[in-house]
T-cell receptor
Framework: AQSVTQLGSHVSVSEGALVLLRCNYS??????LFWYVQYPNQGLQLLLK??????LVKGINGFEAEFKKSETSFHLTKPSAHMSDAAEYFC?????????FGTGTRLTIIP | KAGVTQTPRYLIKTRGQQVTLSCSPI?????VSWYQQTPGQGLQFLFE???????NKGNFPGRFSGRQFSNSRSEMNVSTLELGDSALYLC????????????????FGQGTRLTVV
């Protein structure tokens, strides 16, 4: 079965600092991997996706993620945090159109 | 292009009642999936429909059911509501392909917040 593990349920960074949210996956076949963001009382918004075309994936709002097969990781990064980045972030793996989500990481931005 | 529309946004029901939630996918999308989000269990997959057929089902009791219409709109029904069914129910729409092994991007609606009292 495919799964993802997100390390750190809460991450705090200062405004302007690097954002790093960790995700490790478990999959016996090349995975479809996604990062989603959720703002309070909202649905999920797709940030970026990995579908084996390129290992470095650029998404919306300045986020990017690098697929590392040797480390089974797909960490999300942003060079400079903005106050508007405060939200919950979910890593997910897809199989047969079924998304399996990690437990989420709540990102807090310190002014 | 309109996004995924879920109705209603908020719902309060009493234990033992039943409820129906609605989802209108993005135009042209044929796959609709439903997820339950709770603080304790996180995001869990309920089921996926493609061309009016349920292709995949999560580990939920039979009280949870769904259907998809010919225009791809979907409904989810929960019968005999329990307090533990209180959750945010999210609908996701994707292009969908006959071969489900080719995964397509899922776009989510804003969800229906169900409270069972």
């Amino acid at each position: 079965a495919q799964s993802v593990t997100q390390l750190g349920s809460h991450v705090s960074v200062s405004e302007g600092a690097l954002v790093l949210l960790r995700c490790n996956y478990s999959s016996s076949v090349p995975p479809y991997l996604f990062w989603y963001v959720q703002y309070p009382n909202q649905g999920l918004q797709l940030l970026l996706k990995y579908t084996s075309a390129a290992t470095l994936v650029k998404g919306i709002n300045g986020f990017e993620a690098e697929f590392k097969k040797s480390e089974t990781s797909f960490h999300l990064t942003k060079p400079s945090a903005h106050m508007s980045d405060a939200a919950e972030y979910f890593c997910a793996v897809s199989r047969n159109e079924k998304l399996t989500f990690g437990t989420g990481t709540r990102l807090t931005i310190i002014p | 292009k309109a996004g995924v529309t879920q109705t209603p946004r908020y719902l309060i029901k009493t234990r033992g009642q039943q409820v129906t939630l609605s989802c209108s996918p993005i135009s042209g999308h044929r796959s609709v999936s439903w997820y339950q989000q709770t603080p304790g269990q996180g995001l869990q997959f309920l089921f996926e429909y493609f061309s009016e057929t349920q292709r995949n089902k999560g580990n939920f009791p039979g009280r949870f059911s769904g259907r998809q219409f010919s225009n791809s709109r979907s409904e989810m029904n929960v019968s005999t509501l329990e307090l533990g069914d209180s959750a945010l129910y999210l609908c996701a729409s994707s292009l969908g392909l006959p071969n489900p092994r080719i995964n397509t991007e899922a776009f989510f609606g804003q969800g229906t917040r169900l409270t069972v009292v």
